[in-house]
C-alpha cells in the first residue's frame, strides 16, 4: 500500500501548525517593541554614521544597532539626511530614532535622550595649517565656519560673547565643508566636533588648535510621543555591552577611533623608478655634504651659543621644580599626633615643571581634606595656574566645607578670567575621622581607588563633574562612603594609568588594580612605593610623559583603636585631683570626648575620690588607690581599685527622711556620681575596692 499511516499524516499536520505557532510567538514578542521596521535617521557624522563611497552605511552606531537589532529580531531602514533634516524627521515621525543626539538642554526639551551615552564628544577649532591662531582673543573680527544647527557652534559663540569678540560666522551644512574652507583660506578657522576632526583632519591641510570646548555625551533620541520602548531596549543592551570589554561596543570604538589605516603604494611606483629616485637623492646628499663642512665652522660657534643659553634655561627651571615641589606637603608621616589614620604621597615631575599637585589638611579638628589635581599642559604655566588653584582650594575649604561647593567656588573665580582656556581637573575628599564618612567630588579627574582591608578596590565614580575653568555657571555634585577601620584611598592622577612602555602600551587601570590587590596590609607608604616599582618596571629606560603622583591613605576608626589613656598610682590626698582632672583631660582630648562628657566625669569621679579619701580607711596612714582610664566604643571608662574597708557605694542610700547627721556619709556625693554616668559597677576582688565608671560621650 502507498498511503501514509493515519500517525504520519498526523506527524505531517501538527509540525507545519506547530512552527507557526512558534513563528507567531517570536514575531508577537518582538512587536511588543518595534511593530514594523525601525527607521533610523542620521547625517554623515563619521565616525559615529557615515555612508562610505560604495553607499553602505557604517560606523559606531551602526555596528551597535545592527547588533542589538539581530538580538531583538529587529528590520532596520536607515534614512540619510543634513542635521537639520533629520530633527525635523524625528519630530514628525518619519523616522523613528536618531543616532548621536547631544546632550543639551535645547534637546532635552524636543526629545527624549537615552540614558546611556553611545561616545563622549566636544567641540574642537581648526585653522590653516600655516595660521598663528592660538589664544581665543586672536579671532577678533575673524570669519569661523560653523554648522548653523550645531551646539558646538551656539557653545563657542557663547565663550565670544563672554569675552566680548565679535566673529563673523559662515555657515553651512556639514563639517565636511567647514573644513573644506578652513582647507581653502576663504576663513580663518572652522569648528567641527572631537570625533569627526580625528577621523577626517588627515584628508585636508589643516591645524587642530588647543581651543576645545562644550564636553557632551552622544546619545539615542526619539520624539516625545512615541518610541520610548525602543530607547530603553537599546540602553539596556548598552549598559549589558560597556560591561563587557570583549563586547562589540569595545570592537567597534578600536575599529572606528584607534585603528590603523594601512597605507597602499600607488601602482605607478614601480622599480625603475625607485631606483632612479634613490641615485637621485644620493646626489644630493653628496651635495649636501659638501655644503655642510662649509657650514660645519659657523654652525659649531652659534651652537656653543645655544647651549649656554639652553643650560641657562635647564638651571631655571631646575630651581622652578624645586619650588613647585615645595608647594605639596613633603614631610611624611604627616600629622604624627593623629592616630586615626596614616598618610603618604609622592609627586615625579616628567619634566621640570608639572601640573600635577595634592594635598592634605585639616579643616577642623575632626576633618581631614585630602585634595589632587592635574593642570592641563606642562611646563612653568602649568606649575603657575597650579599654584594659584591649589591656593584657591585650600582657602574655600577653611569657608565652605563641603566637597561641592569648595569645587563650585573655585570654579567660579577661575573660569570668569580664563583667557588661555586652561582647565585643572581635580578631586576633593574630605573625611570625617570619628564616623569615617568620606565626602567627595570629583572635577574631570581619575576616580580614585576605595580599598578594602584583604587588598581589594573599586572606583568611587558616582560624584564624576567637569574639569575646573570651563563653565563659571555649573554646578557640582558630591557623594559619600562610609570607611570602615583599616580600609584605605588611592588617589592618583592620568600620568599613572597613561603610564607607557618602549611599544607604547599603556600601564591601565587594570593593571593599577591588579597592583593594589597585592598590598594588601601594607602602610600607605608601602603601597604607594610598590606601585611606582610596579611601573618603573613596566615603563622600563622610557623617561615619563606625564607627571606620576599618588596619595594613599589608611583609616584607623576610634572605635576599634581602643584608646589606653593612662594608669596612675595616687595617694589617699585629696590634692590629688589635680592629676587626676590631667589624665582625663589628655584621653578625653585624644578621642575627641565633647566637653560637656569631660566635665559630667570629672565631677563624678571628684565625688568618688573625696568618699574614699575621707572615709575609705578608717586611720590616717598613707595608702595608694590605683585609677586606670581608658576609651572603647565611644564610651570614657575610669577603674579606681583600693585597699579600704569593704565598701560598696551601689548599696548607698541617701535617706532624705532621715535627718543630715543619720545619713551615710558621702552618700549624696555617691547619688549625684551615679546620676552624672551613664554605667557604675563594684566588686571586691583580692581584698580590694574596684569600681568601674562608664561615661557614652556619642
Known sequence: MNDA?????????????????????????????????????????????????????????????????????WQIRYLPGSYSECIRRLEEGTVDLFPGMAVAKEHENRFILGQEAIVADWGQLYTASDAVLSDILDFQDKAVAVVGSDIYFQAFATILEKFEIRSRFVQVDSYGEVLSLVHHKEVAAGIVSHLYGAYYEKRFRVRRSP?????????????????????????SHLKKLKENPNSIFYSSLDRWTQGVRKVTLPLWLRPLWVLSAIAVIMGLIILGNIFLRRQVKLQTEALKVTIAEKEKIESELAVAREIQLQLVP????????????????????AREVGGDFYDCFFIDGNHLCLVIGDVSGKGMPAALFMAMAKTMIKSGARLLAEPEYILADVNREIARNNPSLTFVTVFLGVLNLNSGEL?????????????????????????????????????????????????????????????????????SQEALMNTVSLTAGLTPKERVIAIISRIREFTGERPLDDDLTLLSLTYFSPHHMGYTGKRIILRNDIHEMGRIVEAISRVAESASCPRVAVHDVTLAIEEVF??????????????????????ENNT???????????????????????????????????????????????RRDQGKNILRLEKRFR
Open 5 to 73: 499511516p493515519p500517525y504520519d499524516l498526523v506527524k505531517n499536520r501538527i509540525c507545519p501548525i506547530f512552527l507557526l505557532i512558534v513563528f507567531w510567538l517570536h514575531w508577537g514578542a518582538t512587536a511588543s517593541v518595534a511593530d514594523g521596521p525601525v527607521v533610523v535617521g542620521f547625517n554623515e557624522n563619521p565616525p559615529l554614521i557615515f555612508t562610505d563611497t560604495d553607499g553602505q552605511v557604517k560606523g559606531i552606531a551602526f555596528d551597535l544597532l545592527n547588533d542589538i537589532a539581530d538580538e531583538e529580531g
Open 211 to 235: 581651543v576645545s570646548f562644550r564636553h557632551t555625551e552622544l546619545r539615542f533620541a526619539v520624539s516625545k510621543n512615541q518610541n520610548r520602548k525602543i530607547l530603553s531596549t537599546l540602553d
Open 330 to 349: 613633603g614631610d611624611f608621616p604627616a600629622f604624627s599626633n593623629r592616630k586615626e589614620f596614616d598618610i603618604y604621597a609622592s609627586l615625579e615631575p
Open 439 to 507: 565626602t567627595y567630588s570629583c572635577a574631570g579627574h581619575n576616580p580614585p581607588l576605595f580599598i578594602g582591608r584583604k587588598g581589594n578596590s573599586v572606583l568611587l565614580s558616582d560624584a564624576q563633574c567637569p574639569a575646573i575653568g570651563f563653565d563659571d555657571t555649573f554646578q557640582y555634585r558630591q557623594a559619600a562612603v562610609k570607611m570602615q577601620h583599616g580600609e584605605s584611598l588611592l588617589l592618583y592622577t592620568d600620568g599613572v594609568t597613561e603610564a607607557q612602555d618602549s611599544q607604547d602600551h599603556l600601564f
Open 610 to 631: 573625696s568618699n574614699i579619701v575621707f572615709y575609705g580607711f578608717g586611720d590616717d596612714l598613707d595608702h595608694n588607690i590605683t585609677l586606670e582610664l581608658l576609651v
Open 636 to 682: 570614657l571608662i575610669l577603674i579606681l581599685q583600693d585597699g579600704g574597708i569593704p565598701f560598696n557605694p551601689l548599696n548607698v542610700q541617701v535617706g532624705r527622711e532621715k535627718p543630715l547627721e543619720e545619713r551615710d556619709k558621702g552618700g549624696m556625693g555617691i547619688m549625684l556620681a551615679k546620676n552624672l554616668m551613664d554605667r557604675m559597677d563594684y
